[in-house]
């Protein structure tokens, strides 16, 4: 079965990066894509990017677009999501989803969740 | 960026009730819509892709309708396990952005 495994919870102080993993299984790692969301405390759903495994094409909302990246490992099946120049507005959730090969357009299977808070 | 608003903010239902939930686009975004369901400290859910396609596994009490900048939700016989903030999404026009959310109760 498809399952999406995102690394533990970071604690990060202002400035700093952060990586968040998702490891996959259960399916074909290069015929689909990531979409990476997120979700701060008590607020709605926030799309910043996405990534197709197959080519390495990735498009990010221009919200982030200086300071993240999206990269996947095909050797490990996994894909990775790098936002630095933290501050505490991105105290979130931050979620991976499998998605098509092509485009953002279908998140049908997601990950747990990686909660990362920005303090000092 | 696409602005997405859902109404109503949360609403209060009975078990059984037929409940809608519409979403507005700011422009013209055809079919290119989904729908989800998040519980409390969940992962979002798919629920129906591209306006009105159930996705696998999803009870067909749920379906969806519209095209255009007008798109409902509707659950037909609400259900306990429907509890939870639904939200509307468009990827017809980058970046994509979501609705603000609605959260049912029973």
């Known amino acids: 079965q498809v399952q999406l495994e995102q690394s533990g919870a970071e604690v990060k102080k202002p400035g700093a990066s952060v990586r968040v993993s998702c490891k996959a299984s259960g399916y074909i790692f290069s015929n689909f894509g990531f979409t990476w969301v997120r979700q701060g405390p008590g607020q709605g759903l926030e799309w910043i990017g996405w990534i197709s495994v197959y080519n390495g094409n990735a498009n990010y909302a221009p919200k982030f677009k200086d300071r993240v990246v999206m990269t996947t490992d095909k050797s490990s099946d996994t894909a990775y999501m790098e936002l630095w120049s933290l501050t505490s507005d991105d105290t979130a959730v931050y979620f991976c989803?499998?998605?098509?090969?092509?485009?953002?357009?279908?998140?049908?299977?997601w990950g747990q969740g990686t909660l990362v808070t920005v303090s000092s | 960026d696409i602005r997405m608003t859902q109404s109503p903010s949360s609403l209060s239902a009975s078990v059984g009730d037929r409940v809608t939930i519409t979403c507005q686009a700011g422009q013209d975004i055809s079919h290119f819509l989904n729908w989800y369901q998040q519980k409390p400290g969940k992962a979002p859910q798919l629920l129906i892709y591209?306006?009105?396609n159930l996705e696998d596994g999803v009870p067909s009490r749920f379906s969806g309708y519209g095209s255009g900048t007008h798109f409902t939700l509707i659950i037909s016989g609400l259900q306990p396990e429907d509890i939870g903030t639904y939200y509307c999404q468009q990827f017809g026009l980058l970046p994509c952005t979501f609705g603000q959310g609605t959260k049912l109760e029973i």
């Open positions: 989803a499998r998605d098509k090969v092509y485009s953002s357009s279908h998140p049908d299977y």
């Open positions: 591209d306006a009105s």
